[in-house]
């Protein structure tokens, strides 16, 4: 078999069970008595909305804000692209225009939200006295620091108007509907996109206390912002329901259906992992080495999967997310193992700023790079996992897959 096509297939069978289009429809609600909106973020916002309005059947208002790259012609609801993950004036504008769209709703209205992972950054709306420049700076930080989702969000939902269950806020009393594709481990609705429309369990003391975990410093706007009671996140929000239409299980088990098909036994790890990216290869390298010495928990020839959100702490000048930190970090710690190879890719198409999903793993991964004079372990000390793949021809470039359940991990045993 070819083992790079098998896992690519694997990757495609994982994408494409999060679709939009085969989602959306067995969760639409019932046509309300009055108003109907639609708003979004996110990088399958533009996706859902089309999805949305195929399935609705009739014209709709509304306006969503997906990733540059990731918009989707629709008809009726307004589609606006913004910057990700560092946000911009284009995404603050539109959140703005969002916020304006469904306040004054009334009671007989419903506002549909159709929420994705990416939502954080594309709809930033500071909140006073934080400027855009001062959030796009403490973002940057954030995702160098190695702070996973839940802290990033903790701190990012308590600056923002919008963000943290103020969209719902906002719209009451009409009723607000979330339509949510999960890319956060355990599917915490709170986390998707920040959760503008659901209740917010973090608190201004949790946000303060990423910063100092972080040893970050914040500005003196943002440090008066999150000093502020008042500034607090709704707790609870009477007028908000969440449904969840995609999460990165179904997706691991369309993998698993697949492999399973070709004659693989398969071991999941499981959709929630997280952690330093490179610190989970190496244990997904020792659970290979388990596997060979026929003392893990399958018996080869089988199919390792994992899902989850690592993170990688910059360190080095080198590009590529964390997909591509996981891949070469594993080829490294595999050290040129015979019989396996990997696949590492975000279901969303995009590994963190670069243009491609993640990378693939072979058995001459490391002898192929040093042909070409690549030091492998130089470049991941550099965070260069992109470079690294590229120069050897293994990066996996999809192009945006318009969903987003989060990382997809495949390793085959032969």
């Known amino acids: 078999m070819d083992q790079r096509a ?14 939009p289009a085969i989602r959306i429809p067995a969760f639409l609600p019932e046509r309300p008595k009055g108003r109907l909106v639609v708003v979004g973020a996110g990088k399958a ?27 989707v012609p629709c008809r009726h609801i307004e589609i606006v692209e ?16 969002m916020l304006e769209m469904v306040r004054g709703r009334g009671p007989d209205d419903l506002v549909v939200a159709l929420m994705s992972g990416g939502g954080s950054a594309v709809v930033s709306l500071p909140a006073e006295p934080v400027a855009l420049d001062e959030f796009r700076a ?9 702070a996973n989702i839940v802290e990033m969000n903790a701190v990012r939902k308590h600056l923002s ?31 998707i996109g920040s959760g503008p429309t659901v209740p917010d369990p973090t608190t201004l003391a949790d946000a303060r206390a990423v910063l100092a975990k972080y040893a970050i410093t914040p500005s003196p706007s943002i440090a008066a912002r999150l000093a502020d009671p008042a500034a607090e996140t709704p707790k609870a929000l009477p007028n908000a329901e969440f449904r969840l239409i995609a999460a990165p299980i179904q997706s691991l088990d ?20 997280e952690g330093e990216s490179r610190d989970v ?13 026929g003392k893990g928990p399958v018996k080869a020839p089988c199919v390792l999967l994992s899902g989850g959100e690592t993170t990688v702490t910059v360190r080095g000048k080198g590009r590529g997310g964390r997909n591509a930190e996981f891949a070469l970090a594993l080829a490294v710690a595999l050290d040129g193992m015979p019989g396996v190879w990997a696949v590492a890719g975000d279901t969303d198409g995009i590994d963190g700023t670069e243009d491609n999903a993640g990378a693939v793993v072979t058995p001459d991964t490391l002898a ?13 000390a550099d965070n260069d996992g992109y470079g690294f793949f590229s120069r050897i021809g293994d990066l996996v470039v999809t192009g945006p897959t318009h969903t987003n359940v989060n990382d997809f991990r495949a390793i085959v045993v032969a």
């Not at 913004?82 to 225009?97: S, T």
């Not at 906002?170 to 609705?189: F, K, N």
């Not at 369309?254 to 992992?273: E, F, I, N, W």
Request: glycine residues 10%; aromatic residues 4%; hydrophobic residues 55%.
């Open 368 to 380: 192929r790079a040093r042909a070409k004079g690549v030091d492998a372990a130089a470049l991941l």
């Open 254 to 273: 369309a993998a698993a259906g697949r492999a399973a098909d070709a004659g693989y036994a398969v071991h999941s790890l499981g959709p929630d992992l």
């Open 138 to 146: 403490l973002t940057s930080a954030l995702l160098k620091s190695g």
């Open 161 to 191: 108007k919008i963000s943290g269950g103020r969209l719902a806020q906002a719209a009451a009393p009409a009723r607000v509907l979330t339509l949510a594709i999960s890319d956060v481990p355990g599917d915490d609705a709170s986390t």
């Open 82 to 97: 913004a910057a990700h993950p560092v946000p911009d004036a284009a995404g603050m504008a539109a959140a703005g225009r």
């Open 281 to 293: 290869a190496t244990a997904h390298a020792e659970l290979v080495r388990s596997i060979r010495a």
């Open 6 to 19: 098998f896992l690519l297939s694997l990757f495609r069978a994982a994408v494409a069970a999060a679709q």
């Open 45 to 71: 916002s533009a996706a859902m909305a089309r999805a949305f309005e195929d399935a609705w059947g009739e014209p709709v208002a509304g306006l969503v804000v997906t990733r540059y790259g990731h918009g």
